[in-house]
């Protein structure tokens, strides 16, 4: 496929534009094909938690266990280092596979297995959880100043304890640096008047918390 149609098909499924990814699939745009950037638009749907569209996605030939270029994230690792529970619901409806690991030899449930809210998806399938001392080793958690202000209380993981803080670490989605993950972000969403060294704030697109610092 050609390289403009993939990428637009990125774009408006990096947008959460359901109409035009809905015109692209009709116009035979494949929906199981990477972009110029290495992101397939099934990963992009899930890490942004467009349920919907990962559905609409899985219908039209999107492969389950699809990796993207560089971190080789499935679309369940990015669902599941977001927290998103009714994304992880369809991914499991089509079975993926529970032991892909990433370039870091990490799995989805490892990723889970710092979250409560989505770990019950994982446990029902079967997976061990990841104990917090393997889940440093493997760079998902880090320990924070529990009084740093920076961190919100709702960034604060189910295991620290007073004076014992974790949160999830960073993971830049290309495996390239935060800043040229952001400004490829930028170009997918069509926010060409981002500079670098700028966080995207336009109200219309899902905060970019994956590149928290």
């Given amino acids: 496929m050609a390289a403009p149609m993939a990428d ?10 359901m109409p035009e990814v809905q015109s692209l699939l009709s116009q035979r745009v494949q929906a199981n094909v990477q972009s110029s950037q290495g992101f397939y638009p099934l990963c992009l749907a899930a890490f942004w938690g467009y349920s919907d569209m990962v559905e609409l ?8 266990n699809a990796c993207n270029s560089g971190t080789k994230w499935t679309a369940l690792h990015c669902a599941a280092f977001q ?20 370039a870091k030899g990490r799995t989805a449930a490892d990723f889970a297995s710092a979250l409560d809210a989505i770990w019950p ?15 440093i080793r493997l760079e998902i958690v880090q320990k924070v100043k529990d009084t740093d202000p920076a961190v919100p209380p709702s ?17 830049p989605l290309r495996g390239q640096r935060a800043r040229d993950v952001q400004m490829d972000a930028a170009a997918a969403s069509g926010d060409v008047l981002m500079s670098a060294g700028h966080r995207i704030t336009s109200k219309t697109q899902p905060a970019f918390n994956l590149w928290r610092t």
């Fill in 8 to 17: 637009a098909l990125a774009t408006a499924v990096a947008a959460g534009n």
């Fill in 57 to 64: 996605l899985l219908k039209h030939g999107a492969e389950i």
């Fill in 83 to 102: 927290g998103h529970g009714k994304v992880i619901m369809k991914l499991m409806q089509h079975k993926p596979d529970m032991q892909m690991k990433d």
């Fill in 121 to 135: 998806f994982f446990a029902a399938a079967g997976c061990k959880r990841t104990a917090k001392s393997e889940l």
């Fill in 155 to 171: 960034d604060v993981l189910h295991f620290s304890r007073p004076g014992s803080a974790y949160v999830m670490r960073s993971q």
